[in-house]
């Protein structure tokens, strides 16, 4: 071997790792400049209670309409119209003097009838009065006898009394109106509104898409007995008290394709009213490891598909087809498309195409709410 050959060798192999290592700097230095910048969400799993937004309509407890059980004159309204009243209170007085009389006279009758039967149960023990003439004697007594409770009744009846404690309306009717037994239209209507009815709607096939979720173990229900809601007036503001669903209707509504909810709500301050429109959040169920993605990562492309960005483990980007359930707040919930830990884009997605290269950041843009829920 030619030493010195060997020896120029050895001096030019520095030089040429020197070289190399300055295009492999300069190389890199051109790669990350050619990267884009972009902010990230990375997907965690979260237990989440699913509620759902329905709109509804409350309705009184427990509605009375007061009509008078006997015929008259009315002389007294006793009460002040929407104020609150108790049940047995008297609302309305009648002109008595017709029943008073009649119930003196059966008061007579009945005196008069209870008599004859005795006397002639002395009469039949000494056998001067037939078994018969005995018997007659003694159902004129017993007709007597109801007579006078019939009397006593209609008395009662000249007072017409609350048969609920509620908040009552305006009077249908003034002083001096004439009454009838059995009239059509109700002198006043008591409303019992604590506790209060709100009356919401649901479509069958989300009823039955939950009971599917509910049996495959996708869902877990939210409560032992009754599910939770909660109200939101028609103004947007919230009612601060919860209530809970109590009833399901047994039929579908042939027009809409829905089934009627009924919750119950407690309404110490009167603060519902019948026939208000509300929204009311049932919650429906928990699922244990939900995945929420931000709305900002997701985007919908020409099939109608929702799309997301994922950065893979060497900071290329690829695009990903996902199904999505429904919002939450302002995420959507995604049962297929990524997994925990894979970082999702937020930021900087007008500028990113397929496999490109991307400095990732976390995202400044992303901040959840899921206090409001939705289909």
């Known amino acids: 071997m030619d030493i010195s050959f060997s020896r120029s060798a050895l001096r030019v192999l520095p030089l040429s790792a020197l070289l190399l290592a300055g295009c492999n700097a300069a190389d890199q230095e051109e790669t990350q400049a050619q990267a884009l910048t972009v902010g990230y969400y990375e997907i965690t799993e979260t237990p989440l209670t699913l509620t759902t937004d329905l709109p509804g309509r409350t309705s009184a407890y427990r509605v009375a309409q007061v009509r008078p059980q006997v015929a008259g004159i009315l002389e007294k309204r006793l009460f002040t119209e929407g104020s609150e009243v108790k049940q047995g209170q008297q609302l309305y007085q009648i002109d008595p003097r017709t029943y008073l009389a009649q119930q003196a006279r059966a008061e007579a009758n009945l005196r008069s009838a209870h008599n004859l039967a005795e006397r002639y149960e002395r ?8 078994q018969q003439e005995h018997d007659d004697a003694v159902a004129a007594w ?48 008591v409303n019992q509104l604590d506790p209060i009815y709100v009356d919401v709607t649901q479509p069958i096939t989300r009823i039955l898409a939950l009971k599917r979720a509910l049996k495959a173990g996708e869902l877990k229900a939210s409560g032992v007995d009754q599910a939770e809601v909660s109200l939101t007036l028609d103004d947007g503001s919230a009612y601060p008290l919860s209530g809970t669903l109590k009833f399901s209707e047994v039929s579908v509504d042939q027009g809409t394709g829905s089934v009627t909810l009924r919750a119950v709500f407690p309404n110490p301050e009167r603060a519902l009213l019948p026939g208000m429109f ?66 999702v884009i937020t930021e900087g997605l007008q500028f990113v195409r397929g496999d490109s290269l991307v400095d990732a950041q976390p995202a400044s843009n992303v901040h959840l709410n899921l206090a409001l829920t939705a289909n």
């Open 278 to 343: 509300v929204h009311a959040q049932v919650k429906e169920g928990v699922r244990e490891n939900a995945i929420l993605v931000p709305q900002q990562a997701i985007v919908r492309d020409s099939r109608g598909v929702a799309t997301a960005w994922v950065i893979t483990p060497d900071n290329h980007v690829e695009q990903r087809d996902l199904e999505t359930v429904r919002t939450v707040g302002n995420t959507w919930l995604v049962t297929t498309g990524v997994k925990p830990g894979e970082r």
């Open 123 to 130: 009469l039949l023990n000494a056998s001067a009065v037939s």
């Open 142 to 189: 017993k007709q007597a006898e109801a007579d006078k409770r019939m009397a006593d009744i209609n008395v009662q009846y000249t007072k017409v009394l609350s048969p609920i404690t509620g908040r009552i309306g305006r009077s249908n009717v003034t002083e001096g109106a004439l009454l009838t037994d059995g009239q059509s239209e109700p002198m006043a209507t």
